[in-house]
């Protein structure tokens, strides 16, 4: 979509908007704080939305001029009502000298206003809360599998959560044999690592369809966000950490038989049993920003690799 397209679509439906998404949009399309004007619709009868109207303009520079039903001349107007209604009695210059006149509050009351909606956003308001979000999360037990759970039902709303510890072996390198300050060869006689049995996590994610809601995927979408988001949040985590996801899909690869399709298509006269991928075996501290980039590589994100190791499991009910 052009960006007169989209200015038009935005104006078209700028009544249905809530103010943190519409700043939000007016962000992605690289209009700053600075390029963001706040207005008051003057109107003395209550109005059923929040925003009233959007401009876009280019002239003498690229900015939005916004009007909302809040502010000075609004409806609930802190104002005295007898000097809107004087505003009402003045000629058409005298009225547009008042407004320009209170638009310049009305600016800095409305930005504060709206900035304070969600003031984690907004570093003047919250300075360091980014910076400090890491120390936060950290007092939630990032061990816990209450924690867990609702960290990936965050980032992966579409799936079904199941978190258990397990039990996993983690190798433990070993050196060779050393009587005082000498050592009895250069190699390990007894093996060069051991075996030890840890506690450890399991999370298993459980989707109902093949694909995401944007057509990705999820043998691509999942490594992807595991690895955005939420990977780098459990760096500090030292428990072994294993995720599986698990396709619910019925419709299976066809095959090259008279009885069957090309595509994707249920198989005729045979079972489905739901496969389970392993997307990550590791203990997450491990895992360097150069490692997960090779990592995501290799499980197939953004390259046409072969798929996560696969298991089959029987469905759960």
């Not at 691509?220 to 459990?234: D, F, I, K, W």
Request: proline share 8%; charged share 15%; net charge neutral.
């Amino acid at each position: 979509m052009s960006r007169l397209n989209l200015e038009q679509h935005i104006r078209e439906r700028i009544r249905h908007f809530d103010m943190p998404a519409l700043l939000s949009l007016l962000a992605q399309e690289g209009y700053g704080e600075h390029e963001i004007e706040y207005r008051s619709h003057r109107s003395l009868v209550h109005q059923g939305h929040l925003v009233h109207d959007i401009q876009f303009l280019h002239v003498p520079h690229r900015h939005v001029v916004l009007t909302v039903n809040l502010g000075l001349l609004g409806a609930q107007s802190p104002l005295p009502a007898f000097l809107l209604q004087e505003m009402e009695r003045l000629d058409p210059m005298e009225t547009a000298r008042m407004e320009r006149f209170l638009g310049y509050f009305d600016h800095e009351l409305l930005r504060a206003r709206f900035g304070g909606l969600y003031p984690e956003q907004n570093a003047a308001l919250l300075p360091g809360w980014e910076d400090a979000a890491q120390n936060r999360l950290s007092l939630l037990n990032l061990s816990s599998p209450s924690t867990l759970h609702w960290l990936f039902a965050q980032a992966f709303p579409e799936a079904g959560v199941v978190v258990r510890r397990e039990v996993s072996v983690q190798p433990v390198a070993t050196r060779g044999p050393h009587l005082s300050a000498t050592s009895l060869g250069d190699s390990t006689a007894l093996g060069g690592f051991a075996s030890v049995l840890t506690g450890g996590l399991e999370v298993t994610l459980f989707f109902d369809e093949g694909q995401c809601g944007t057509g990705i995927s999820w043998a691509t979408a999942a490594p992807q966000r595991l690895s955005h988001r939420v990977l780098p949040l459990l760096v500090h985590a030292a428990v072994p950490l294993t995720v599986c996801m698990v396709l619910r899909d019925p419709c299976a690869p066809a095959r090259l038989q008279r009885d069957s399709y090309l595509g994707y298509a249920p198989l005729m006269g045979a079972g489905n049993p739901h496969q389970a991928f392993i997307l990550f075996r590791d203990k997450p501290s491990h895992q360097t920003p150069s490692g997960l980039a090779a990592w995501r590589q290799r499980l197939g994100v953004g390259a046409a690799t072969e798929p996560p190791r696969a298991r089959a499991v029987p469905g759960p009910s």
